[in-house]
């Protein structure tokens, strides 16, 4: 009865580490795309908004103001 208590035991405490992180369940391909989705949606917007704001820029300031906002955003990209 003791070794049986034994083994349900240790399974117990494996199947609670489990349930704290299930980032140790399931493929590790669906676990990187999961964290990998929000990087890449964030990433989608700021260029959206790069679009739109040199869109706005071009043709509301002009060439001059486009330019100097080009080269500034290449300055703080990296």
Do not use: W
């Not at 590790?28 to 990998?36: D, E, F, P, V």
């Not at 929000?38 to 820029?57: A, E, K, R, T």
Request: with cysteine.
């Amino acid at each position: 009865m003791t070794k049986n208590m034994d083994l349900h035991q240790k399974k117990r405490a494996q199947n609670e580490i489990h349930m704290e992180n299930p980032m140790l369940t399931g493929s590790a391909n669906r676990q990187i795309i999961r964290l990998a989705l929000p990087l890449l949606c964030g990433n989608i917007l700021q260029q959206g908004y790069g679009v739109v704001d040199s869109m706005m820029i071009g043709r509301f300031l002009g060439f001059d103001a486009f330019a100097a906002a080009g080269s500034r955003l290449v300055r703080t990209s990296y």
